[in-house]
């Protein structure tokens, strides 16, 4: 269970997933071992970006979309879902911003596993948010 998890813990995992927008943002693509695991899978389908496997398939990913990729990641509403031994489940929700100052809101499921290294980030899905309450509105729209 979550809340049997130490503070440090705690603070290692919330400082892997800040620390990735830091290392996308200013382009320090080289650092991607110390968030992410060396058989990463990100998977980024829901926003039309496919899913990438690995260390070189993310850095090639982000190298080609170029100046199509966000200039800042934004993580923020951490919460650990679930752990056991060196394995954590993590939601979090996530605010991008593109050259253009559009904006928009994701949430990242993620898988973090615990090494010698300390705390990677083993899974990422990420789901955009498209619609308010998560489309619930939308179900009860004779209720208003």
Known sequence: MA???SIEDRQAIDRTL???GHLFDRGELDR???????EIVYDLSDVGAGTFEGLKAIRSGALRLGAGNPVAHHVTNTVITSHQDDLAT??????IIMADGSVSSVTHFD???RDDSGWR???RVIQAQRTP???LHLTHAGER
Do not use: C, H, Y
């Not at 991607?32 to 060396?38: D, K, M, R, V």
């Open 18 to 20: 800040a620390l990735q």
């Open 111 to 113: 898988t973090l596993r």
């Open 3 to 5: 809340r049997d998890m």
């Open 133 to 135: 309450l998560g489309g």
């Open 121 to 123: 980030i083993s899974r």
């Open 32 to 38: 991607l071992e110390e968030i992410f695991t060396p």
């Open 90 to 95: 993590v939601q979090s929700k996530g605010l």
